[in-house]
């Protein structure tokens, strides 16, 4: 059944919060806390090892409660379950999204055109398994009978970001296996990745849901010419796989069917990972590693579809998005982890929320009249403090910021840890305390300056403070851990979604430069001249031709 489409801004829940920003947006964070002894722990949820703080945000327990009742006056219940039960919630692509399918138990089941979809899943994971362990033990060796180095991720968007920021993430949960990943089309990328790699001892994993995209495919082809120059053409079958749902591409490309992961058309690119697109995941930290960051992502959904609302941790975060964007017009989220571990965390994220919530039009394909899709952005704590948090702290604009910091650390440096997250706990109070001026004010006296002097300064060393945070505080980095954050993350995207009644699973968006590229593409191999370009386009082509 399709999902219902009201635009948000008709319900008497939106009336009431328009109403309720009206008393709320002047009100100091500071002012919130010293009126209520109680809103640190009513604003928080304690959820297995999660602990989040919701604290910090500029709400009070009434802002959640209406939220709460905007989200129920949209229904967003009865979407949740058309969105695990494999309904069409993909309406414009005509397919269901059940990436909580690919992390649920065996005895479940999810139907998709009368057939359970659970059996399937736990084939491929089973080959997924299988396959993984015979390159780990090395027991699956090269042509040439030696055991496998280096694995070789090709896939680019949900094929290359997902794998590419879990390998990353759980490093430290890593096996010998050396893991790379190429998806730039630029050919600088797969050169620099191959110059050192040894053909005989790497795996080549072509990862493309469609196996039509360019930049794979190209990839792909140049990688195989490359290693068909020392090494003969029977030796592909040890050394290529490919995950897919095109078996008959793969096919035609030269990789045997056995040697094919599939995958189905209801897994979106960007929610992907947990499929066999996760194979690389699985040969980098062993299957045993890739199961648990499945479980926790399963543990997750359950929270999701069974905690009440204003007790949920993907839909109170997806409500605050709501909360900003709509009625504090903020237009940017910030996602700071306080771990070096999670440096790809945000740049994976952009592709998940970006690419599902950028849309301009509405379920019933009318242009919205209020905002939706947010920027995303983020780098880890510390570093990023010394980058660009000046703008959080003291800039005109409003960045809601997520900040997700971990009880232990993985090599249990205390001395290193301890400084790491004071520096967590302290830029969530900076941010939300600031410092008046009669703070810097007794700060500049006590440093023996001028009058004159202090009152040049003073107005420059002001923070407003009042500025959002959430803070996300789990007990330790593990792949069971990690799954639930990154499901916790998906989650928030639907939410989100459900209520600025849009269509969070296709990307129509990124097709048109791709359909303009190729056309260009033929002018510059061909010199054919295909289309009439603007001024600017026709100087940049023209230099480009001449100068290159
Ligand atoms: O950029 C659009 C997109 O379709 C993404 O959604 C997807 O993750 C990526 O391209 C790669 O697609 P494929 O896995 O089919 O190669």
């Not at 209520?36 to 409660?65: C, G, M, P």
């Not at 649920?104 to 398994?129: L, Q």
């Not at 930290?285 to 926790?296: A, K, M, P, R």
């Not at 009669?438 to 440093?447: C, D, G, P, T, Y």
């Amino acid at each position: 059944m399709a999902l219902k489409a009201t635009n948000p801004t008709t319900t008497n829940a939106w009336k009431k919060l328009q109403a309720h920003f009206e008393t709320i947006k002047s009100q100091h964070l500071k002012d919130l806390f010293k009126s209520d002894a109680s809103r640190a722990n009513d604003l928080t949820v304690q959820w297995e090892d999660f602990y989040v703080d919701f604290s910090k945000n500029r709400i009070t327990t009434e802002t959640i409660n209406l939220l709460v009742e905007l989200a129920n006056e949209l229904d967003l219940k009865d979407a949740i379950s058309k969105y695990f039960e494999g309904d069409i919630i993909n309406a414009t692509e005509g397919r269901a999204v059940l990436h909580t399918a690919l992390r649920a138990p065996k005895d479940a089941s999810v139907f998709v055109d009368g057939e359970n979809v659970i059996p399937g899943i736990h084939e491929v994971k089973t080959k997924i398994e299988k396959f993984t362990n015979s390159v780990v033990s090395g027991e699956h060796t090269g042509y040439t009978g030696k055991a496998i180095t280096d694995i070789v991720n090709i896939g680019i968007g949900g094929s290359d970001l997902g794998p590419a920021m879990i390998v990353d993430s759980l490093q430290y949960y890593k096996n010998h296996l050396n893991t790379h990943f190429v998806s730039n089309v630029d050919g600088d990328h797969y050169q620099e990745v191959i110059k050192n790699l040894n053909p005989e001892t790497t795996l080549f994993v072509v990862v493309s849901k469609t196996f039509t995209t360019q930049e794979t495919l190209s990839n792909a082809n140049s990688i195989r010419t490359w290693f068909l120059e020392s090494q003969p053409k029977e030796a592909v079958s040890k050394h290529f796989v490919a995950v897919s749902t095109n078996i008959e591409s793969v096919k035609n490309f030269g990789i045997d069917e056995e040697n094919i992961f599939p995958m189905k058309d209801w897994v979106g690119g960007r929610f992907s990972l947990w499929s066999a697109v996760g194979l690389s995941i699985s040969l980098a930290v062993g299957y045993t590693h890739f199961e648990s960051l499945l479980n926790g992502a399963h543990k997750m959904d359950e929270h999701f579809k069974t905690a009440d609302f204003n007790a949920n941790i993907p839909v109170i975060s997806a409500l605050l998005t709501i909360w900003y964007n709509n009625f504090f017009k903020a237009e940017s989220e910030a996602i700071i982890p306080y771990t070096q571990y999670l440096n790809q965390f945000a740049t994976y994220l952009q592709q998940g929320i970006m690419e599902s919530n950028g849309k301009s039009v509405d379920r019933d394909g009318k242009p919205v009249n209020y905002q939706t899709g947010t920027l995303i952005w983020g780098e880890p704590g510390t570093n990023s403090q010394h980058a660009f948090f000046q703008l959080i702290h003291q800039g005109t604009k409003l960045i809601p910021t997520d900040f997700i910091g971990y009880v232990e650390s993985l090599h249990g440096n205390k001395d290193h840890h301890n400084k790491l997250m004071s520096n967590y706990f302290a830029q969530t109070e900076a941010l939300m305390n600031g410092k008046t001026e009669a703070e810097v004010l007794s700060e500049l006296k006590a440093q023996s300056l001028g009058e004159d002097a202090i009152s040049k300064l003073l107005p420059f060393k002001v923070f407003e403070g009042n500025k959002p945070t959430t803070s996300l505080l789990i007990q330790k980095l593990t792949p069971e851990s990690l799954g639930k954050l990154i499901a916790m993350y998906e989650h928030k995207i639907f939410v989100q979604g459900i209520i600025w009644n849009i269509f969070s699973y296709d990307q129509f968006g990124v097709e048109l430069g791709k359909q303009l590229a190729k056309s260009i593409l033929n002018e510059l191999n061909n010199d054919a001249k295909s289309a009439v370009h603007d001024g600017s386009t026709q100087n940049l082509l023209s230099f480009f031709k001449e100068n290159c």
